[in-house]
């Protein structure tokens, strides 16, 4: 059973480009977290989906950025249009319900340029 | 609310003396609490956690932590460090249905 895949692990963009980030949950888990962390600070809370609905984005900011958890595939972060601030670490957690564990992916890091 | 507050950013301790972490949290409901650690550009690994079973819960490496609902803390211990120890911290409290973090604690090992 793999664990949590984020893809993907490194990211490069410029400023004013668009960064796509991936996690594929667990098997059989069908409720995600984002989460950022970016230097010198903890983790901060972005957004808790489970299939096809966003359950809690009270920590997305609210331009820029977006995520989705559809049906099949992926759940993708999706932030447009990146600056310099978004530089950070994003992970991606899944769980089976939502008051259990969850096991985190590897994070993508992003950098912008 | 929910929400965990770390009490040290920063613990630096020797090789072979012991360990503590302080987590202090509140929550409206009776939460599950956990622990992760993070080593250097790794991912998030759970150490330990607590859901309303034996307030003294033991996790991985060593470590262990107890529940105390009296003075809402759930705080990290191991009774002698290891260098490989050196890494960040996080307590987590968990409600239904999200995972709230503290800032971290990152801990130091001396040789």
């Known amino acids: 059973n793999a664990g949590v895949m984020q893809n993907p692990r490194h990211l490069v963009r410029r400023r004013g480009q668009e960064a796509r980030l991936r996690c594929s949950p667990m098997k059989g888990h069908s409720h995600v977290y984002w989460y950022r962390q970016l230097p010198e600070e903890g983790l901060k809370f972005m957004v808790y989906l489970q299939k096809e609905n966003i359950i809690d984005e009270s920590g997305m900011p609210k331009e820029r950025f977006s995520a989705e958890f559809p049906k099949e595939g992926p759940s993708i972060l999706r932030i447009q249009q990146v600056v310099r601030g978004d530089s950070a670490a994003y992970f991606c957690a899944s769980s089976p319900k939502g008051d259990t564990e969850a096991f985190f992916g590897q994070g993508t890091r992003l950098t912008v340029v | 609310a929910q929400s965990v507050t770390q009490l040290d950013s920063h613990v630096s301790v020797s090789e072979g003396t012991p360990v503590l972490l302080r987590c202090n949290y509140s929550?409206?409901?009776?939460?599950?609490l956990f622990w992760y650690v993070q080593h250097p550009n790794k991912g998030l690994q759970l150490l330990l956690k607590y859901t309303s079973a034996a307030t003294l819960v033991k996790g991985i490496n060593g470590f262990e932590a107890e529940f105390k609902k009296s003075e809402t803390s759930f705080h990290l211990t191991k009774p002698s460090a290891h260098m490989s120890d050196a890494a960040e911290y996080f307590c987590?409290?968990?409600?239904?249905?999200?995972?709230?973090f503290g800032t971290g604690t990152r801990l130091t090992v001396i040789p």
């Open positions: 987590v409290v968990s409600p239904p249905d999200n995972l709230f």
């Open positions: 929550s409206s409901y009776s939460p599950s």
